[in-house]
């Protein structure tokens, strides 16, 4: 049972570390050089982001149905808004900055369409990591719920601003890869304690 829930766990863990190996080669800055990569990474990204919001949906499988649906609404709007500023900061611009041999003033209404959309994606991410973390609390007990709840909700804080950009941004997935890890884990329990 112990190792079930470990690997449980472990297979939260999957699609942070993926982000965070990617976030290592992911260009700190869009530029001409960098551009035909920059827009090529972020057709593969268009696969994985969406990884993290069908590990939150999974997590909360198990969540009160007060707790769950909101959870999984917030999930699927990260899906949808963060997949929209990889589509449109990510694809379009790193296009843009190549057709163009350099960044112009188009490239920055681009990247602020692109931001618009981020900044929904991360707020939904941070959301459906609360419940989450409200889950596991309700499943598990504060104490038990609370090394996993700080490192989830202080890396989906940090994701508000970080992307997946070295240095910052690949620790916040890191630790986001724990934090489910954590709370996977605890969520795999078979049933509630009796006092938490």
Same mark, same amino acid.
């Given at each position: 049972?112990?190792?079930?829930?470990?690997l449980?766990?472990?297979? !939260?863990?999957?699609?942070?570390? #993926?982000?965070?190996?990617?976030?290592?080669?992911? $260009?700190?800055r869009?530029?001409?050089?960098? &551009?035909?990569?920059?827009?090529?990474?972020?057709?593969?990204?268009? #696969?994985?982001?969406?990884?993290?919001?069908?590990?939150?949906?999974?997590?909360?499988?198990? &969540?009160?149905?007060?707790?769950r649906?909101?959870?999984?609404? &917030?999930?699927?709007? !990260?899906?949808?808004?963060?997949? =929209?500023?990889?589509? *449109?900061?990510?694809?379009?611009?790193?296009?843009?900055?190549?057709?163009?041999?350099?960044?112009? $003033?188009?490239?920055?209404? *681009?990247?602020?369409?692109?931001?618009?959309? =981020?900044?929904?994606?991360?707020?939904?991410?941070?959301? &459906?990591?609360? #419940?989450?973390?409200?889950?596991?609390?309700?499943?598990?007990?504060?104490?038990?719920?609370?090394?996993?709840?700080?490192?989830?909700l202080?890396?989906?804080?940090? !994701?508000?601003?970080?992307?997946? !950009?070295?240095?910052?941004?690949?620790?916040?997935?890191?630790?986001?890869?724990?934090?489910?890890? #954590?709370?996977?884990?605890?969520?795999?329990?078979?049933s509630?304690?009796?006092?938490?």
């Amino acid at each position: 049972m112990l190792e079930s829930r470990w690997l449980r766990g472990a297979f !939260f863990a999957v699609p942070g570390l #993926l982000l965070a190996g990617i976030g290592v080669v992911h $260009p700190a800055r869009l530029d001409a050089a960098t &551009a035909a990569w920059w827009a090529s990474l972020h057709v593969v990204l268009l #696969l994985v982001f969406p990884l993290p919001a069908v590990a939150q949906w999974l997590l909360l499988t198990s &969540a009160p149905r007060w707790l769950r649906w909101p959870g999984r609404l &917030a999930a699927f709007g !990260f899906a949808a808004f963060y997949g =929209g500023l990889d589509a *449109v900061a990510g694809i379009a611009a790193g296009t843009v900055v190549h057709a163009q041999h350099g960044a112009t $003033p188009v490239v920055g209404a *681009v990247f602020a369409a692109g931001d618009r959309l =981020g900044h929904l994606g991360s707020a939904c991410f941070l959301a &459906a990591n609360v #419940l989450i973390v409200a889950a596991v609390v309700v499943r598990a007990g504060w104490w038990r719920a609370a090394p996993g709840a700080v490192l989830l909700l202080t890396a989906s804080v940090s !994701f508000l601003d970080s992307h997946i !950009f070295w240095p910052r941004g690949v620790v916040t997935m890191i630790a986001v890869a724990v934090g489910m890890c #954590l709370s996977g884990a605890l969520l795999s329990r078979a049933s509630p304690p009796a006092a938490a």
